[in-house]
């Protein structure tokens, strides 16, 4: 009698009956029942109010519905006091980040700092390259963006752009967040014995939102449908490095309301409009060893309280306008003895014998 009931309980037919299935899961649950009922009864009679989270990193329990006499293996994970700060750096080396939006990848490591180590190689780099890393300043400049939002415990990057030809995203690379830097690509020519730049920018570039320590270098700056570049805002700072700006169906460097800019070394050449403008009160801009020629318009004014300094080597000439204006009695125009003006000066224009170069 023993062995035919022990036949049946082990063919398949009767195991897979549905009455059979279901009258077994029925004394499983009450078996897991009662065991609940009675690890309560045990937690009311102790003494829970110490309770000791066990250390070390996460460990498995193969169990099936606590029954010891199962056969299924399902492993479940015990809960951890932390069970993600255990995980070892290594695991985050694999570039995990590089899986992040850009906007989320300053969060994580401000809200995890323990991950600031592993994420040292994506993160920590001094240099992003273009097209190398991204394939437009666009999308460079969004991603050191959103880490200066996110205050993300690093340096931000330098933008590197290599040679060629670089459209903008709708025409418009926005800068308005401070310490971004953009550097373009030299190349030695042996015919002129100098280097020239192979980074060609098309577009404009506009600063704005008090965005300070914002640093271009080394680009050709293009923009068929206004001005190069736009610097506006109260306590905006842009300094340009041997930056060309041509070609600019507009002037072609454009700054207002507040706004600071340095340039040195720098070309200013063949834009339909003035070569370099300043409007409103506080607008300042410091042009050095700077070549200003062939703009449409003047090669330089300033207008409604702004004020323009020229020193160094720079140079003025072959503008359709005026070398230098004034548009009205509060714009002032300062040069040094040192810089080369082959055009008329008109307006508020005042030589300063003492100004170092």
């Not at 045990?42 to 010891?68: A, D, F, L, M, R």
């Not at 830097?181 to 098309?202: F, P, W």
């Not at 800019?261 to 070309?267: A, F, K, Q």
Request: with cysteine; net charge neutral.
């Amino acid at each position: 009698m023993f062995d035919l009931i022990f036949f049946f309980s082990l063919h398949p037919f009767y195991t897979n009956c549905p009455a059979f299935i279901e009258s077994n899961r029925t004394r499983s649950d009450a078996h897991t029942f009662e065991q609940m009922n009675a690890q309560l009864d045990q937690h009311e009679h102790t003494n829970t109010s110490e309770t000791k989270i066990p250390e070390g990193p996460p460990e498995y329990n193969y169990n099936s519905n606590n029954n010891p006499d199962s056969n299924n293996t399902t492993p479940t994970l015990r809960p951890q006091q932390s069970p993600v700060m255990s995980i070892p750096d290594d695991v985050f080396r694999q570039e995990i980040f590089s899986l992040l939006p850009p906007s989320a990848v300053g969060a994580s490591i401000n809200a995890a700092r323990t991950w600031s180590f592993a994420a040292k190689e994506r993160l920590h780099r001094k240099i992003i390259k273009v097209p190398e890393e991204h394939h437009s300043i666009n999308s460079a400049l969004d991603e050191v963006k959103a880490m200066i939002k996110s205050g993300a415990p690093i340096d931000p990057p330098t933008i590197v752009v290599g040679p060629g030809k670089y459209l903008l995203h709708g025409g418009l690379l926005l800068i308005d967040q401070p310490n971004i830097k953009i550097v373009g690509t030299l190349k030695y020519d042996k015919k002129l014995n100098k280097m020239m730049k192979t980074t060609r920018v098309v577009g404009r570039t506009r600063v704005e939102g008090g965005a300070t320590n914002v640093h271009l270098e080394d680009l050709a700056i293009c923009n068929p449908r206004g001005a190069g570049i736009y610097c506006t805002g109260k306590n905006t700072k842009v300094y340009l490095k041997n930056c060309k700006v041509s070609g600019c169906s507009g002037n072609g460097i454009y700054a207002r309301q507040g706004a600071l800019c340095d340039m040195i070394d720098c070309n200013v050449s063949n834009n339909s409009s003035t070569g370099i403008a300043a409007w409103d009160p506080k607008t300042q801009l410091k042009i050095k060893d700077t070549l200003i020629h062939t703009n449409m318009g003047d090669g330089a004014n300033a207008s409604t309280g702004a004020a323009l300094s020229f020193v160094g080597k720079t140079r003025i000439r072959s503008n359709s306008g005026s070398g230098l204006r004034t548009l009205d009695d509060d714009a002032l125009i300062t040069i040094a003895e040192s810089i080369t003006c082959d055009q008329r000066q008109t307006g508020n224009v005042v030589t300063e014998t003492s100004q170092v170069a």
